[in-house]
């Protein structure tokens, strides 16, 4: 584990955990010098590292010593990323709160948890906001019972939480919808199609709470619900209905905390709009989401970050000209589309390294190149089947009988 962790680091947070190891553990060397010495390993060798520090006494606990430098590890990430992580703001109001109604300073007490929960609301954090309200609470009642304090409604202030647990429960709910979509659709890949899975999905959607996602209590959950839909149109195939979906997703993008999730809402905005839009306006939404992406990219570790740009920047294209058959643009686009891919390969993701080439081989078939579909189905076949991804590998071998004869 201490291995991974430690390979995982950006240059600042390794160099933060030093400063912070100096200050906090002054006269003890042993984390820095562990440290130093896994990092310098391409390959995690505990032996070599036993080895080279057979005479300093932690090497009789070194289990002990790895876990407890984990531990500081993730110590000094928590206060490196404090200042960004809207839960630890919460969390640090929270403690302040705590210590100051030990120390009978119950003003200041308060004063944190308003601190607190103005982070949490901002942050959509409904769970730490039922926290600080039953702390507040219970603060105000020690102030009635203790200090004689007057309050205005306290009866009003005790029913919040209860309040509260509503939009928690909206929340849940919509999110067990969406989950469950999601899930579906991910297990029953290849046989999404079916009867039997166009009628579970038709069902779905139109369940009381996706069909009048309206009266969520929380945007959150309204777009939670949204989400769902928009994964039930496009099982369904009904395009048009997607991207309605998917524009009033954005519409709401305004309350989302995660830039994440905006993120993903421009990006299955893009996604219905290759199916049934304008090449035009396909392109004016694609630039929309590759400038938030763009934006976002120093703020966020994204996984494997040039397949991203690399599909919105040229791939989606060539998706397009596929979808809507336009046999001239396929000839056009495809060998500009595999150059650019040839820079990249090697940093796909193995379901990207699907995706892309069963399109290139689906792309040369169609436009009669068969050989050069062939050798992309060749390098398919090569790689281990995903197990999650089925469909693309029957798609695969479907193609590979056509392909054969003809």
């Known amino acids: 584990m201490a291995f991974d962790l430690i390979k995982s680091l950006t240059p600042g947070e390794k160099r933060y955990f030093k400063m912070f190891v100096s200050t906090f553990e002054r006269t003890n060397k042993t984390y820095i010098k562990l440290f130093n010495a896994i990092d310098k390993q391409s390959t995690y060798d505990e032996k070599t590292i036993k080895t080279k520090f057979k005479n300093e006494s932690f090497v ?39 210590i100051l109604v030990r120390k009978g300073k119950r003003d200041l007490a308060s004063y944190h948890l308003k601190k607190a929960l103005k982070v949490a609301e901002e942050n959509s954090l409904f769970t730490q906001q039922l926290e600080i309200l039953n702390w507040s ?14 309050h205005e409604n306290p009866l009003q202030q005790f029913s919040l939480p209860l309040q509260h647990l509503k939009v928690i429960k909206d929340l849940q709910k919509s ?29 779905f959607v139109n369940k009381p709470l996706l069909k009048f996602h309206e009266k969520s209590r929380s945007p959150i959950a309204q777009e939670k619900k949204l989400s769902a839909k928009f ?13 309605i979906t998917s524009q009033n997703m954005i519409k709401l993008t305004n309350y ?28 004016q939404i694609l630039n929309k989401c590759l400038e938030l992406y763009l934006e976002l990219a120093p703020k966020i570790k994204f ?6 740009l690399f599909e919105m920047m040229h791939f989606c294209e060539l998706l397009y000209h596929l979808f809507h058959l336009n046999f ?31 399109h290139f081989s689906y792309g040369h078939f169609i436009i009669g190149e068969y050989e050069n579909a062939q050798s992309f189905i060749v390098k398919l076949l090569n790689k281990p089947v995903l197990k999650n991804r089925k469909d693309y590998f029957i798609a695969t071998q479907i193609l590979n009988l056509f392909i054969h004869y003809l």
């Open 328 to 358: 001239d643009a396929i000839i056009n686009t495809l060998p500009k589309v595999e150059k650019e891919y040839s820079n990249i390969e090697d940093k796909t993701s193995a379901s990207d390294f699907w995706t892309f080439n069963y």
């Open 60 to 98: 009789k606990h070194f289990a002990v010593v790895k876990s407890n430098l984990c531990n500081t590890i993730l110590k000094s990430l928590r206060f490196y990323h404090s200042e960004n992580n809207p839960q630890e703001k919460v969390n640090q109001h929270m403690s302040n709160s705590l």
């Open 303 to 308: 996984t494997n970050p040039e397949s991203k």
């Open 256 to 283: 989302m905390p995660k830039p994440q999730t905006v993120l993903s809402i421009h990006a299955d905005h893009s996604y219905a709009s290759l199916r049934i839009k304008s090449w035009k306006t396909t392109k």
């Open 175 to 203: 999110i067990k919808l969406e989950f469950n979509i999601r899930l579906f659709r991910f297990k029953n890949l290849d046989k999404i199609r079916t009867k039997k899975s166009h009628k579970y999905l038709k069902k």
């Open 137 to 150: 609470n219970h603060i105000m009642f020690r102030d009635i019972v203790l200090r004689d304090s007057i």
């Open 231 to 243: 994964q039930c149109y496009l099982c369904l195939k009904d395009y048009e209905q997607a991207f």
